[in-house]
């Protein structure tokens, strides 16, 4: 027989052939993408629950604080409460929401089953850090624009210093999203994470100055305040909206940068030591 007629055509060989692995450099940017994609795709799906429930609740809690404790007629810091609470309760909702995306996640991936499905593409700790934190932060950023835009309608809101508020917003989401992180990698159930957003998170929101000054505190709980860098974040973001701040700015914004971090190296360190995700 004719070698020629025996071998396949040189185009449908080519068809044939298998796969060859896609290159991945120092940097697997497509895969932190799609990660990223893929975890903002899964909030966006109950936008109800994630987006619109924690602007519900907090124009909630703004109607109950103001109006118990006497609203605009009250002054804090040279402006009125409701002025002064407004921010509080927009960045406890951002660190909320921050933190419950990265846990959730990574819990529920674990709980199902799933989480297999991103252990075994080739995303290094870094790019695994990178796309839950980056999905977390975007969350978390999406709930306060939404919040501040809901109370705009009820209070008299001024930005004097949009870096101000970016900043500690940004910080904020990304400190709750990685803290988020550590706690679903460390959750072997709900329960777990349940714990520690109501023995972490959530007095560490109510406990930083997110209702009041933390001037009107006596001299320990005052330094006590100032050790909870959750302080730092709601004195940041509120001075951009009322011009005053409870402690130094500059200060702050340096603790908030190496508790984030910190928080970044201890995350990575728990990806690729593979902590609680391979067997």
């Known amino acids: 027989m004719d070698d020629r007629l025996a071998a396949p055509p040189p ?7 298998p796969p060859s692995p896609r290159r991945v450099g120092l940097f697997n940017g497509r895969g932190a993408w799609t990660l990223y994609a893929k975890e903002v795709r899964r909030f966006l799906k109950v936008s109800q629950q994630t987006l619109m429930a924690p602007v519900v609740t907090t124009l909630l809690f703004l109607a109950i604080f103001a109006l118990a404790l006497g609203g605009d007629q009250r002054m804090i810091a040279g402006v009125p409460f409701d002025q002064f609470l407004a921010p509080g309760l927009v960045m406890m909702a951002v660190a ?27 995303l290094s700790p870094s790019e695994l850090t990178l796309g839950y934190a980056l999905a977390g932060v975007t969350r978390g950023l999406f709930v306060g624009a939404a919040c501040i835009l ?32 550590m706690g679903g990698i460390w959750a072997d159930k709900f329960d777990h994470i349940a714990a520690v957003t109501n023995f972490v998170v959530t007095p560490a929101a109510f406990l930083s100055g997110t209702f009041y000054s933390i001037e009107l ?18 004195d940041g973001f509120r001075a951009g909206f009322i011009g005053k ?11 908030v940068a190496g508790v984030n971090a910190l928080l970044w190296a201890i995350c990575h360190a728990m990806f690729k030591k593979g902590y609680k995700l391979k067997a």
């Open 11 to 17: 185009r449908l060989a080519a068809a044939h052939a």
């Open 217 to 234: 505190l006596p001299g320990f709980w005052n330094a006590l305040a100032h050790a909870n860098p959750l302080f730092f974040l709601i």
């Open 245 to 255: 701040s409870d402690g130094p700015l500059l200060a702050g914004a340096l603790v």
């Open 150 to 181: 809901a109370m705009t309608l009820f209070v008299e809101t001024h930005i004097r210093d949009l870096g101000l508020v970016l900043y500690h917003a940004a910080m904020a989401s990304l400190m709750l999203s990685l803290l988020g992180l």
């Open 96 to 122: 909320q929401n921050a933190f419950a995306n990265t846990s959730s996640s990574l819990v529920i991936s674990k709980v199902q089953g799933n989480i297999v499905d991103v252990l075994m593409p080739p």
